[in-house]
């Protein structure tokens, strides 16, 4: 996928003269260059068009030392979003046979875009099958997409506040331990007030860094990056939620940057 990034965010009803750029993006795309930044291994599997696009998507991959295995599509354009539509393109015919036999990474992570909606539903319970590590997580992507009854074979979830609401009818903290009862590891993101993670009876809080929010993509998407690099490492859940807690507030506060982290 590739975003539309606005310099300025605009108000309601209104319209803003700003920079504009175009970037590779998408949840899979922002949250591996964050795992990349973070000293991971990290691959993008997906699929794309045959155009310009993919080839920025390659290229900007290439770019933070992330490694790709991209379908390409010979009919469809690459998807596009902006922070009003998204056009799904190549994304909505990801198939099983674009997901690799094995998937040996220590942490996978599936979009709930990818694994909610039809046409690429079955390549993202594809790839859950298929992973071998240690984590498999899903992120729920979208309040009126999020369906529990899909998400086998992971677990560790993600989801907003608002997100989590949607799937239990709870505020964060009883949501995040309603779904700890489902999966082995919840998140619930709080953005400005941070998150929580729960394992078990377990949770723990870490805080946002404060920052001026220069973008309206990313943020959600390197706070999981982050986070499962951490997992994958054996860090504390504590350090590993402040260190997702870290990527996030940065991604927030860069403005047309392709790599997320410093």
Do not use: Y
Request: glycine fraction near 8%; include cysteine.
């Amino acid at each position: 996928m590739v975003d539309v990034v606005c310099a300025e965010l605009q108000l309601e009803g209104t319209r803003v003269h700003a920079d504009v750029a175009i970037r590779a993006g998408g949840t899979t795309v922002n949250a591996a260059i964050a795992a990349a930044a973070a000293g991971a291994d990290a691959t993008v599997v997906g699929r794309v068009g045959s155009d310009p696009s993919a080839e920025l998507v390659s290229a900007a991959l290439a770019d933070q030392n992330v490694a790709a295995h991209l379908a390409r599509d010979p009919e469809l354009s690459t998807a596009l979003g902006s922070s009003v539509v998204a056009h799904r393109g190549a994304n909505a015919q990801l198939s099983p046979e674009d997901i690799p036999e094995r998937l040996d990474a220590e942490a996978l992570l599936v979009s709930g875009f990818a694994l909610f909606q039809t046409g690429s539903r079955d390549a993202a319970r594809a790839a859950l099958e298929r992973s071998s590590g240690r984590w498999a997580a899903v992120d729920l992507a979208s309040p009126k997409l999020a369906d529990l009854e899909l998400t086998t074979g992971a677990n560790v979830v993600l989801a907003t506040a608002e997100e989590a609401r949607a799937v239990t009818g709870s505020e964060p903290e009883e949501a995040a331990r309603a779904l700890a009862s489902r999966f082995e590891l919840a998140v619930v993101k709080l953005g400005e007030d941070g998150a929580i993670i729960v394992r078990g009876d377990r949770m723990e809080r870490a805080a946002a860094e404060p920052v001026e929010r220069r973008s309206a993509f990313g943020a959600g998407d390197a706070f999981a990056g982050a986070l499962l690099v951490a997992l994958a490492e054996d860090d504390s859940l504590e350090r590993a939620l402040e260190l997702a807690c870290e990527a996030g507030a940065r991604a927030a506060a860069t403005q047309h940057e392709i790599g997320i982290l410093p």
